[in-house]
């Protein structure tokens, strides 16, 4: 076999161009090598001005920003937080790290995201009892938005704090805006695999400046302005370096030159695979542009003749990395005293959901290798 044919495919691994290295050269030739710096400020500036978001703190990762968010929302020890379910562990993780108790919610099918029926259900119910929680964390999965209007509506009636995790959403739109820019806050990622990265990186978005002031002085040690070292209350290390923000600067200026990768790599997919019995690709809600992130599918094996683990270990065999859609939160032995509000649609969704490798650096005849390995596990 020929190294093209053998050589790994990754579900979505980093896309770097030029522009990075001159950032980053620049920011050694200036050396602008410490947390902070002007790559720090225009990274802000500049992500702010491609998302609509009015103010932005560039921070160490998308966990750290979801922390500092849940902080600001006044977040701790015996208050409730909703998460959705279908999510990566670190929409829930910092939750309980903040000594919250997580409340688990189904999605619904139509965007695979958290479902605002399900949610009105539960609030009212709860508003009934009066115990209310105190914030909700959206997921926006794979690329695509909840339906965030009717959240952020219902979160408004019942006096709770939204916090939009729009760690895999960068480049979508809900109603022509930008994920995480419709609930109090929003955070954002650029870790490795994500659709821009910085290595590691993440972004907390805000329209109150006074709580982006607030999250960057937590995220410097809370130290306060003095000209020794004054701390009246205790923070984290939590901002972006200076030479990282340059990688995070030039990526972003590609980003939809990305999304078209992405969403291209998608359409492909479709046309090559969507002939098969019992594959249903993840659904484009009306509301928006999915940005593909991830071309995530589902197998059902009764119509398919294979379900998703033969899928996905051919794949394998194949040195070609596939995923099963997320485990949802509730089902994790971590989260296994947590209350789920319904829980059939994530389920389903991970017991027969598939991610395909999706890169925006994916080459025509790498996307030809997955598609002809996906056929031939259907025997076709
Ligand atoms: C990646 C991710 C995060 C965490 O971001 P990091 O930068 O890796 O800390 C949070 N939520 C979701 C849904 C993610 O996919």
């Known amino acids: 076999m020929s190294d093209e044919q053998n050589e790994r495919i990754y579900l979505s691994p980093p896309d770097i161009g030029d522009q990075e290295r001159r950032f980053v050269a620049e920011a050694f030739d200036t050396n602008w090598i410490a947390p902070l710096g002007p790559h720090v400020d225009a990274f802000e500036r500049e992500f702010c001005d491609y998302t609509g978001a009015p103010y ?7 966990t750290a920003a979801l922390h500092l968010a849940l902080r600001l929302s006044d977040v701790g020890p015996g208050d409730e937080v909703i998460v959705s379910s279908l999510t990566f562990v670190a929409s829930a993780a910092p939750v309980v790290q903040l000594g919250a108790t997580p409340i688990f919610i ?65 480049g979508a739109t809900y109603k022509a805006r930008s994920p995480g820019t419709i609930g109090r806050f929003g955070i954002f990622s650029f870790n490795g695999n994500k659709i821009i990265t910085t290595s590691g990186g993440g972004m907390l978005v805000s329209n109150e400046e006074e709580a982006i002031e607030r999250a960057r002085k937590l995220a410097t040690q809370a130290r306060d302005p003095a000209p020794h070292y004054e701390h009246s209350e205790l923070g984290y290390n939590y901002r972006l370096s200076n030479v990282l923000a340059g990688i995070g600067r030039g990526q972003l200026a590609d980003l939809d030159e990305k999304v078209r990768a992405t969403r291209h790599n998608f359409e492909v997919y479709q046309e090559a695979l969507g002939d098969l019995p019992g594959v249903e690709f993840m659904p484009q ?22 379900d998703r683990e033969g899928v996905r270990t051919l794949m394998v065999e194949r040195n070609i990395e596939a995923r099963p859609v997320w485990k949802p939160m509730h089902l994790q032995p971590v989260f296994a005293d947590a209350q789920m509000i319904g829980g059939d649609v994530a389920e389903d969704l991970f017991a027969r959901g598939l991610c395909l490798p999706s890169g925006s650096s994916l080459t025509g005849a790498q996307r030809q290798r997955v598609i002809d390995t996906f056929r031939q596990a259907f025997g076709a």
Not at 56 to 62: E, F, M, N
Not at 119 to 145: I, M, N, T
């Open 106 to 170: 189904d999605s619904e099918r139509r965007s695979w995201n958290l479902d605002p029926a399900l949610l009105e259900e539960f609030l009212v119910r709860r508003a009934d009892e009066g115990r209310l929680p105190k914030a909700l964390v959206a997921v926006h999965l794979y690329g695509q938005c909840a339906d965030i209007d009717p959240i952020a509506e219902l979160c408004r009636r019942f006096d709770i704090v939204l916090i939009e995790d729009a760690a895999e959403a960068l």
């Open 56 to 62: 932005a703190a560039a921070l160490s990762s998308g």
């Open 285 to 306: 809600a009306p509301w928006g542009r999915h940005t593909r992130w991830l071309t995530c599918l589902t197998i059902d094996p009764e119509a398919a003749g294979v």
